[in-house]
């Protein structure tokens, strides 16, 4: 590797790393990686492919591919294509020409948007798989060890952004949820000491309130305790 190369490459990386630290959307952050890589590995297409873990399928949730064929929501199961293979063994694969490979499936989508070689990478957190990172060429092309490298670390890097951002989002909601919960016990106990009702009926009143109007229990029992409270503030 020439020294501007090694440059680029580390240029790379360190925007990459800005973007992964960054306190953009997940869905932004995504598509910012898929550039960059694609930028650095001089690739026609990168594409990220997450796993869902409730249908153990990998989803593809960013590409900088404008093509409308190639942007189509897409799922492939564990085990499938090189895609699927690459999750289910946790390693690398790189292809020459993914027409001449057997364990390549979309073959006509690669004659459309003229796709060769391939960079297919595991998206890892210690041991647990969190998607594949995917980098085509229009013309065949072997990928070097420092492709390989450069492409593992930026994988690796992204998994560990969006299992973080996974796990901040699951406790907002959590915390959200607790919350709801809070104030709905406290308007059931306005309730219950106002209106002489039962715990159940007091329950039942806020949920029926809630369904009439569509709005979430939270929003009817803050409703409650404000009035109670500029009530009692009188």
């Given at each position: 590797?020439?020294?501007?190369?090694?440059?680029?490459?580390?240029?790379?990386?360190s925007?990459?790393?800005?973007?992964?630290?960054?306190?953009?959307?997940?869905?932004?952050?995504?598509?910012?990686?898929?550039?960059?890589?694609?930028?650095?590995?001089?690739?026609?297409?990168?594409?990220?492919?997450?796993?869902?873990?409730?249908?153990?399928?990998?989803?593809?949730?960013?590409?900088?591919?404008?093509?409308?064929?190639?942007?189509?929501?897409r799922?492939?199961?564990?085990?499938?294509?090189?895609?699927?293979l690459?999750?289910?063994?946790k390693?690398?694969?790189?292809?020459?020409?993914?027409?001449?490979?057997?364990?390549?499936k979309?073959?006509?989508?690669?004659?459309?948007?003229?796709?060769?070689?391939?960079?297919?990478?595991?998206?890892?957190?210690?041991?647990?798989?969190?998607?594949?990172?995917?980098?085509?060429?229009?013309?065949?092309?072997?990928?070097?060890?420092?492709?390989?490298?450069l492409?593992?670390?930026?994988?690796?890097?992204?998994?560990?952004?969006?299992?973080?951002?996974?796990?901040?989002?699951?406790?907002?909601?959590?915390?959200?949820?607790?919350?709801?919960?809070?104030?709905?016990?406290?308007?059931?106990g306005?309730?219950m000491?106002?209106?002489?009702?039962?715990?159940?009926?007091?329950?039942?009143?806020?949920?029926?309130?809630?369904?009439?109007?569509?709005?979430?229990?939270?929003?009817?029992?803050?409703?409650?305790?404000?009035?109670?409270?500029?009530?009692?503030?009188?």
């Open positions: 590797m020439s020294k501007s190369e090694y440059k680029d490459y580390l240029k790379a990386l925007e990459i790393s800005k973007a992964i630290t960054s306190e953009l959307y997940l869905e932004d952050i995504l598509k910012l990686i898929v550039t960059l890589t694609a930028n650095v590995m001089k690739a026609k297409i990168c594409s990220l492919w997450l796993l869902d873990e409730k249908t153990k399928e990998l989803k593809i949730k960013a590409t900088q591919a404008i093509s409308k064929d190639y942007l189509r929501e799922s492939i199961k564990i085990g499938e294509g090189i895609v699927g690459v999750a289910k063994e390693k690398t694969i790189s292809i020459l020409n993914v027409l001449d490979d057997d364990r390549y979309e073959k006509e989508l690669a004659k459309k948007e003229n796709l060769v070689s391939m960079l297919s990478v595991p998206m890892m957190v210690k041991k647990k798989l969190i998607g594949v990172i995917n980098c085509y060429t229009t013309s065949e092309y072997k990928f070097t060890q420092e492709d390989i490298e492409l593992s670390v930026v994988a690796n890097q992204s998994a560990v952004a969006i299992e973080n951002t996974e796990l901040l989002v699951r406790t907002k909601v959590i915390q959200e949820e607790l919350e709801a919960r809070k104030k709905i016990e406290k308007a059931k306005i309730l000491k106002e209106q002489n009702l039962s715990e159940e009926e007091a329950y039942n009143l806020i949920r029926k309130s809630s369904m009439d109007r569509r709005v979430h229990m939270k929003d009817i029992a803050e409703a409650i305790i404000v009035s109670y409270e500029v009530r009692n503030n009188r």
